[in-house]
């Protein structure tokens, strides 16, 4: 069966300052996709990238960057120069080849303060 | 812009009263999905419909039903509610329903069972 484990549970840093969240999995499956998604107070889950199992390049989009290991089943995401509006919880999750569903971390609830 | 709508976004129904949560969706995707999401849980996949095709997850109640009458518009009933019910809950479309595409969410609809 898939997990995946987002060990910490609620983050809190000030402003400006450069936060990683954690994301290890687990799958027997050599196919799978790795997804973050961002839920801000408003309840809505945000895409923010997709990872499939055979690229392991790191990857960067503005203020925010992913870090892909799989010989340590993680996938570690970044946030450069915090900013309020990155307040959110910060799901990781997985699917593997076959099955029609993402299975989630519990989330990460990461808190910026001004 | 293209996206998923859900209606309402915030609905209060009283125990016992049957309810039915509306998702549309103007991304012509073939798969949607219905997740409930219990406070700092993580979303649970109730159900999908592929095109016509329904799937229900193995832990789903009886309680819960879904509608999906055209490609646009998905509904979850939920036919007798309990006070273990409140919870958000999410409506995701993919595209052609391969199992590695990435699941687009709408806002989400917030219960609540008085």
């Known amino acids: 069966a898939q997990k995946v484990t987002q060990a910490q549970t609620e983050i809190s840093v000030v402003e400006k300052e450069d936060v990683t969240l954690d994301c290890v999995y687990e799958?027997?499956?050599?196919?799978?996709?790795l997804f973050w998604y961002k839920q801000p107070p408003s309840g809505e889950l945000v895409f923010l990238i997709r990872r499939n199992s055979f690229d392991e390049q790191n990857e960067i989009s503005g203020r925010y960057s992913w870090n892909f290991q799989k010989s340590t089943s993680s996938f570690n995401f970044t946030i450069t120069a915090s900013q309020v509006v990155d307040s959110a919880v910060y799901f990781c999750a997985v699917t593997i080849q076959g099955a029609q569903k993402l299975v989630f971390g519990q989330g990460t609830r990461l808190t910026i303060n001004p | 812009d293209a996206m998923v709508i859900q209606n309402p976004r915030y609905q209060v129904t009283q125990f016992g009263k049957p309810v039915t949560l509306s998702c549309s969706q103007t991304l012509n995707h073939n798969v949607m999905y219905w997740y409930q999401q219990k406070s700092s849980q993580a979303p649970k996949l109730l159900f999908h419909y592929y095109d016509k095709d329904f799937n229900n997850e193995a832990d789903t109640p009886d309680n819960f039903q879904s509608r999906r009458p055209n490609t646009s518009f998905c509904f979850l009933d939920i036919r007798s509610p309990g006070l273990g019910d409140a919870a958000m809950y999410l409506c995701?479309?993919?595209?052609?329903?391969?199992?590695?595409?990435?699941?687009?969410f709408g806002p989400g609809t917030r219960l609540l069972v008085l």
């Open positions: 799958t027997r499956d050599t196919t799978y996709y």
């Open positions: 995701a479309t993919s595209g052609d329903g391969n199992w590695e595409e990435t699941q687009y």
